[in-house]
């Protein structure tokens, strides 16, 4: 019996990962600006083109640490958790399969081609393994270990801060939104 989690669960829960962990990241930076006191309607306060790619290396970074402890301590993510999946390594959890595993999942990722192809593999892989997991001697299976009410939990406030986020700095980041909504004092955050 193949226990290997589907290729649409593991999309999904990727999808949900980059939304939670964007999330907090949101939530990292409006403390930031809370503590410098970044006024949102300051038209002069936008983010300069150089200082957002640092941001978006640093988010980088920050996602593939990130990965690595959490898949070492806890075998899953947040994404995953929520679509009941973990990580089995064939040789042991190690921190060096964990680093070579989230290393190419990263590049996979954040240059999209390849995580097309990477995906398109696994979906025609009858272990449904992408390339970060056939180079890591992994797979993701439909089971979980951990309560999967604390990855939907995590999964929510993170996205629910990137909304949060994008609303109140959208003008900030240079970034216009209109949604069209009247403004009631429920959208007051």
Same mark, same amino acid.
């Given at each position: ?18 939304? /939670? ?108 393994? /992408? ?11 439909? /089971? ?46």
């Amino acid at each position: 019996m193949n226990t290997n989690a589907s290729i649409s669960d593991r999309a999904f829960a990727v999808l949900l990962d980059l939304l /939670t962990f964007f999330g907090f990241a949101g939530g990292v930076c409006m403390m930031i600006f809370s503590v410098n006191e970044i006024n949102t309607e300051v038209s002069e306060a936008l983010v300069s083109r150089n200082t957002l790619i640092k941001i978006c290396i640093a988010l980088v970074i920050a996602y593939f640490v990130l990965d690595i402890l959490l898949t070492r301590i806890f075998a899953t993510t947040p994404g995953k958790l929520c679509m009941n999946c973990d990580v089995d390594f064939h040789r042991g959890n190690s921190i060096l399969h964990n680093i070579i595993r989230s290393f190419f999942k990263v590049i996979c990722l954040f240059t999209v081609i390849p995580a097309i192809f990477s995906y398109l593999s696994a979906s025609a892989d009858y272990d449904t393994r /992408t390339y970060h997991d056939r180079i890591a001697k992994s797979n993701v299976t439909n /089971t979980t270990r951990t309560p999967r009410a604390l990855g939907v939990i995590t999964v929510l406030v993170g996205i629910a801060l990137l909304v949060v986020f994008i609303y109140k700095y959208h003008s900030v980041l240079g970034v216009t939104i209109d949604l069209g909504l009247p403004h009631y004092k429920i959208f007051d955050v």
